[in-house]
């Protein structure tokens, strides 16, 4: 059994973030919090209220810190979050006072908690199903808007809610097929074959939508996509043709050709990138007759920049002064998105006076558009990336989409099962069977049916103190 699935233990943990800050939260759930909160002499031994509230108290914390005032938030009875006694103890935001804290209630009894345990209590508390679970995790890890709201509405139910609708449904139609099964020698039917394909029919539309509406939410993001950046007639456009084998974009030996930024999709060992060609980067005075073209190409190039997940800085091999633009690049690359991750690819290296040194991690890549030099090496390292940046989303909200998509459509193979078993008359015992499964797979949507893997994998990702 999953260690933290033993919820007869008192835990405790600092729940605030692990640096200096106004305030600092410790939080303590199980049967001894009340007998912890006495014995520390925090809560009068005369005090035998029931209600959830607040109080003040002061707490001894030896030498060299002295005695503290703080704030106790008391959830005495199982009406609280993690559906088991509970307090939080709200303190000044300081790291040794808040560890101070945690060790006097761990000596009074509590042990500490492990990542997520809080969370896990509320979800076995039936306080939270597995997809509000998991929104916990995806506000706590969300690092945009779009994620944060769709956390938020998980939270609340969305996915889950009509999802569970739906397994009650067909619970109760598992009921009457079964009702029928026990009656079958009487000839008693409890549901008509052709009433029982329409809702079995109505189930699975049901279930199908849900399923592209995920397919939706874990698409979102699901592409790396890649911005080309640098001096003009660097390359770029020669290299965006490359790594996407067109010619979408127009190459000369002019500097200055790009404009308007070019986007194209591609796809490369079962990822897909998006690539983003920019025009050069140029400053111009205002004499120039093409001044505005040219600062809005450049803004537009920003604004790519400010969106990538990466930046390739392209800079010509060819090129003896490309010491040079390496000052200017960096200076830009400086200037941009600090989350962007920013690599170095030396273009032209047909070209190049002399080899180009390159580093064994791929921040530096030097290529041939025209050899093909270094290309694949380029796309190893953009798969990487990738690779690393799914393994971080499956933490989060894209990571419920995929489980959830993947029993969803277990559910519906189920009873698309049930209905060609009830039009062919195979017997009602085959399409108890398949509903069955179908409400399994649903039940590991919602997590009314869960297995210790799922909830280690679900809980494991947390931190400690949610
Ligand atoms: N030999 C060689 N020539 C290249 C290579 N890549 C690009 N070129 C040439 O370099 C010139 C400029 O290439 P572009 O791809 O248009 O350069 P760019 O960076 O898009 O230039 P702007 O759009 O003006 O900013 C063209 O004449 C290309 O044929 C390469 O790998 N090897
Ligand atoms: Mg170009």
């Known amino acids: 059994m999953h260690a933290s699935l033993i919820t007869d233990e008192t835990i405790v943990a600092i729940a605030s973030p692990l640096a200096p800050a106004r305030r600092g939260i410790v939080r303590v759930s199980g049967d001894l919090v009340v007998p912890i909160l006495r014995q520390l002499g925090w809560l009068d031994p005369a005090d035998q209220s029931t209600r959830a509230r607040r109080f003040a108290a002061l707490a001894d914390l030896g030498d060299p810190l002295g005695t503290i005032s703080v704030d106790v938030m008391l959830w005495p009875t ?3 979050y993690t559906g088991q006694p509970s307090t939080e103890i709200h303190m000044i935001g300081s790291l040794p006072i808040m560890e101070a804290v945690l060790s006097r ?43 944060l709201d769709l956390a938020l509405s998980q939270l609340a139910g969305n996915l889950s809610r009509p999802l569970q609708n739906a397994r009650d449904t067909l619970l109760n139609l598992l009921a009457d097929v079964e009702a029928g099964l026990d009656f079958v020698d009487e000839d008693i039917e409890f549901i008509e074959d052709a009433d029982l394909v329409a809702r079995l029919v109505d189930l699975r539309d049901l279930l199908s ?29 020669c290299l965006l043709n490359t790594l996407t084998r067109t010619d979408t974009a127009i190459v000369t030996d002019q500097a200055g050709t790009t404009r308007d930024v070019i986007t194209v999709q591609v796809q490369y060992e079962g990822h897909s990138f998006s690539i983003t060609d920019t025009a050069g980067i140029e400053n111009r005075s205002d004499d120039d007759e093409d001044f505005d073209v040219m600062s809005q190409a450049q803004m537009q190039a920003d604004d790519a920049v ?8 392209c800079i010509d091999a060819s090129d003896t002064e490309s010491a040079h633009s390496i000052d200017a690049l960096t200076m830009v690359s400086d200037n941009a998105k600090r989350s962007v991750t920013n690599l170095l690819i030396y273009t032209k290296t047909d070209l190049a006076a002399a080899p180009i040194e390159t580093n064994a991690n791929g921040a530096c890549t030097a290529v041939s558009s025209v050899t093909g030099e270094g290309i694949e090496q380029l796309w190893n390292r953009l798969r990487a990336i990738a690779e690393s940046r799914d393994a971080v989303e499956t933490g989060g909200v894209i990571g419920t989409a995929a489980r959830c998509r993947d029993s969803l459509r277990q559910a519906i193979v ?44 679900v809980f494991s990702r947390f931190c400690i103190g949610k």
């Open 78 to 80: 199982r009406h609280s």
């Open 105 to 147: 209630i761990v000596d009074a009894g509590a042990r500490p908690a492990r990542p997520g345990e809080f969370t896990m209590r509320a979800f076995l508390a039936g306080r939270l199903d597995l997809t509000q679970a998991e929104a916990v995790l995806g506000v706590i890890d969300a690092e945009d808007p779009e994620s």
């Open 209 to 237: 939508e849900a399923s592209v509406q995920l397919r939706d939410r874990g698409d979102q993001k699901s592409y790396l996509s890649i911005v080309l950046r640098g001096l003009p007639n660097a390359g770029k456009s």
């Open 306 to 313: 400010r969106k990538a997940d990466v930046c390739l800085w």
């Open 414 to 457: 189920c009873l698309n099962n049930a209905i060609a078993s009830t039009q062919n008359q195979a017997g009602h015992e085959w399409v108890a069977a398949e509903i069955r499964s179908a409400v399994d797979h649903l039940g590991e949507v919602t997590g009314a049916v869960y297995t210790d893997d799922i909830l280690d994998r």
